[in-house]
Structures are given as structure tokens and as C-alpha cells.
């Protein structure tokens, strides 16, 4: 990583509050070039505090921007920080409308040109994309990384159509506790506590909408770009990695927008920034791409930007499994359209008598973290114990060249359920010789949803039926001598919510079943993609304190034997405690549980604490916030139950729980 601290211009930032048509007032931090030319505004959006939470991040690149001549602007979404109003749902329409508003009032601005763009990860992203669908005027450009133009499909709720229990309560816990977090007095005074209270009075947990949609309505159609690509008029740079669950977006956007209007990058990484560093790399020098992007979309540089091939991807030679990787043996390839005429679909048929399929409950229990950030539990172990409990269809690769896919492996199966619901899981691993069994992607499918994510449909009991579905994108080039493995399962827990009776799984037809690999022939022009080593501004100076207390373990699997119990314990290390330089001591612990029993799909039941302290002694300020979510389920629904805790010193000043339970149409 190379610190920069000398740049094109000095720079200068000030706290600003941005008003709003309604009255409310959102918290910004600009940073600027000295300059007494206008120049183009840059904005990133999101619910996740610029003063304390994401101020680290916010320092490696907004400053970066503002030294090559652009006004770099981040905004705290309404009832999140020290913005004012209070907390809604994600992206939702009076979100989108703010940032629409936030857009014009930067472009208003005497020292902008008139000309925004806006750049993000995760919820940046997601409402950089959203907001581009929006086509304010004066917003020319997006930068958008580890997003999704699908809500429904391609997000933390859903995933082929069954409910994500990893994350759908997982998130949803995360932001009951982020929701509750108090203004800070440093910079919003005296007034902290009454909106505070304002805030919390608000808050509703958001598993309650987000289990009340459990099919893909207009619930979730809302903020989906997929609905209708021809809505974004700015030019879009969409960038993922490999090891990210959004990656999928960047392939369809490059699929569906005007080539002259967006360009693709995938790389090897996990739900990060390219430039942090974090594994698995190799990291590149993002803010420098990006600034070509800018500079050409918003300064009409002529620098090349748009000569690039329209997808910049990379392939990741075979390798061993593992749960961390500091970087991947591989290679950058380009592509100059998607679909692309190197990429050539080649079916793999099934063969053999049909196999009985009924997947112990607790087969999932290796499939990593759903959102892996770069920590040393988050990728998938070796697969040779989930492998085990699924049915495995082998196919060798030869043994003078490799196997390379590039895109979205389908397959088609034939089944039969005795029941009317059911599930299934498709991982594709790359067998090593020695055995080794190492994840190169996965899919899913609820059975129910089979003909459209828009309906419940039951399956015919005693029928069989074709079903296909796709898989994760990936690029990767299963090395010669080693076996394409596709292990078919009936169970994926926790990452898929089960449903009473799928635990007789089904029976699968081998005729008729086929797995389609995205076959892409080598070509002598995939040199000369090289990136620039990654650079950032001088880092913000956050200490981390020593700690005598034992560290838990990212990811404990726990089983009692005699009850046939399954347990997972994840803490999901988000930042622990920190010392920011303006003396905020800023605490956060959390921890998720998962619990299954082997046989029995109504025993799941996932669990969510967190405790988050802010804390400025020079002030005499001590908020607590303290959380807990449950989900669980009966024959007929989710049952959920929530409750939040907050503290000024040793007083409780709000305290609510909430205990619903939403009736299981679908998922």
C-alpha cells in the first residue's frame, strides 16, 4: 500500500448540513481542493455514521479525491448519525428522494461544476444504482462495487427463491442495532438526547416487511434496476469480486447497459474495496481507476477509459482449500462484449441409476460466511465432509490443458418429491488428487418457486419434473489431472431456511440431468491488463486498545451427539472497540447463533446479540445500545422476536421488544 500525501492540490474539509425539501438537515463532511476554479462533486450515501463508523474507510479515499481536484462528499442517510429525521427501510423511496435532493443541492453549489457523480459499496452502491434509475440531471457517473440490481434475487433476504436465513436475520439484527445508535453530542450538541429518543421511537425491526414479502412482488421490484436498465442515463463502472455474493450484478449490467455507457470489473475479492488490501488479493489501485472514470465522465478527459474491454475479470488458477487467502494464483483476462463469443456453453450429463437425496439438516455448516470481509474464518473449507452428505457427479479433466469457465454455471435436474415442498443446493468444487475438495461456486432453488420468483407453486406429489437454475458467476480454470465435482443437496442450513417435510428430500434422475459449464477458449490477447499498485490518503490514527480477554473463535461448529444438535457460534468481527483522535472510545461486540437438529426442519432457529457503547469521557457521554433478534418457525410461520435496550450512563431511557409471527406463504 502506497500512503500518498502529496497531491495535485491541498485540500481542506469542513462539516456541512445539507437541507432537505421536508425541512430535515443531513449531516455531510466535504472535502475539497483550495482552488478558486468549481469542480465536480463526488458522493457516497449511506446509513453507517461518517463520524465514527465508516470515518476510517471515509479518510483512505475521500481526501485521495479531493487532491485530484474533485469536492468528495459523504452523506449520512436520514435518522442515521447526526443526520436528522428518523430511520426507514433500505433504500426506500424517501431515501432515494433525499439522495436525489442531495445530488441537486452539491451541483448547486458555487464551487461544483454542476456535474455529480456518486460511488459506493454495499448500501452505496446499492443506492448509487437505485438513484441513477432516478436520472437526476446533473448525476453523470456511478462508481458501484459489491452491489445488486436485484433485490429479491441478488441480495441478503432471498436466494432462489428461499429465505436466507444467514442473513436475513443476520442484517436485520445488524440494523436494529445500527438504527439504534444515538447522534453524537461533539456535533450535534445538547439536542443529542431528545432526537435520540425521536430516533428510537421509530425504529421497527425490518425482518417484519422483509418476511412479509416472501415472493418477488412489488415490494421488492421497487429499487430493483433490473426492472428497467433503460432508466439509468449515467454511465456506470460496476466492479465485484469473485468471493462476494453481489457479483452476479456486475455481469448483468455490462449484459444490459449501452456498451458506450459502463464497463465491468471483477475481481478475486471479498465485499471490499480493491485497494484495502484485505483477502483474498491481489489488491489493485482502485482510487486510480476510478479517477480515470471520473476524469473522463466528469472532465471530459480523453484518457482511454472507455478503450478498455468492457468486462475486466479474473481467473483463479485450481488451488487448495482454504478459509483465508492472502492472494490467488491467477490471471486478468478481458472480454469486449458479454456475452462473449470466447465463452462457449458445454453440458456435462448425468449418468447412473436415480439417487435417493435427503440431506442431513445440518449440511451447510461449511459453507463460509455469506459476506466474507477479508477475516481468517469467512471462505469455505475443504467440501469433502459437505460432499459427503450430498449426491456427487464427477467429470475429469484431461490431462494436457486446463478447464476454464468464465460466468454463470447452470444445471438441469430431474427430481421427484413425495412431498409438496422441497429444496435444492448445486456446489460446484474442483476435486484436487489427493482429494481435496475446494468450493468454486453454488446455487440454490426452492422448489416451490421453480416456474418464477413471483409465485408459490407446490410441486406434484410423486411426479417428477425438470428444474434449472443457475450458479454464481465465477472465473476459474480447473487445473488438468484434477475432477469437476457438482454435489447436489437437499439441505444448506444455515445459509437456506428450511420447511417442514423437506426433510424427505427427493429423488433425482440422472437421465435428463446435466450440469452447463461457461467454457471459455484461452486467447493470446488476454495480456497487457495490468492495474497500478493500490494507494490511499494518510489513514485517520484509530487505536485499537490491548485486551486481556480471550478472543472467540470467528466460526465454532458445536454438536451434541446424544440430541443430534447442531451449533454454530459466528462473531461476525465487525471492528470490536476503538479510540477514534477526537476521543470517542467507541465500543461494539456481537455474536450470531445458528441451532438445527438433524432431522427435523423446525428445529432451526438463528439468534443475534450486539452490545455497542460510545462513549466521550471529556464530555461526560456514555450511550449503551444493546440488542437481541430471534427467528424460529412453525409449520405455518416465521416467528421472530426483538428487543432493544438503551442506556444513558446506568439509566434506561428507551426500552421495546417485539414479538411477531408472520405466516410462511413461500420461502
Known sequence: MIIRTDFPYGTTHEDVRIPLPDGVELYARIWRPVTDEPVPALLEYLPYRLTDWTSPRD???????????????????????????????????????????????LAAQPWCTGSVGMFGISWGGFNSLQIAALAPEPLKAVVTVCSTDDRYDNDVHYMGGSVLAVDMHAWAATMLAFASRPPDPHFVGDDWRRQWLERLEAVEPLVHTWLSHQTRDAYWRHGSVCEDYTAIGAAVLAVGGWHDPYRDTVLRLVEHLPPARVRGLIGPWSHQYPDRGLPPGPAIGFLQETLRWWDHWLKGADNGVMEEPLLRSWISDSHPPATVYEELPGRWVGEKSWPSASVIPVPYVFQGAPVEVASPQHTGLDAGRFFPFGNDADLPPDQREEDAKSACFEFPVGREEPVEILGRPSVTLRLRLDVPYGQVVARLCDVAPDGSSTLVTRGALNLSARRGRDRALPWPVGAYEDVAFELNGIGHAFAPGHRIRLAVSSAYWPWIWPRAGSEAGWTLDPTGSALTLPVRAGSASDGGIVFEAPEQAEPLGVVFPATLDEPRPERLVVRDVARGTWRLEVDPRYGGTRVYPDGLEYGEDAEEVYEIQDADALSARARSRWRIRLHRPELGWDARVETRSEISCDEGGFLTSNEVVCREGDEVVFHRTWERRLPRAAG
Open 59 to 105: 479518510r483512505q479515499r475521500h481526501p485521495w479525491y479531493a487532491g485530484h481536484g474533485y469536492a468528495s462528499v459523504r452523506v449520512d442517510v436520514r435518522g442515521h448519525g447526526c443526520s436528522g429525521g428518523s430511520p426507514g427501510d433500505e433504500y426506500d423511496a424517501r431515501e432515494l428522494a433525499d439522495g436525489v435532493a442531495v445530488v441537486e443541492w
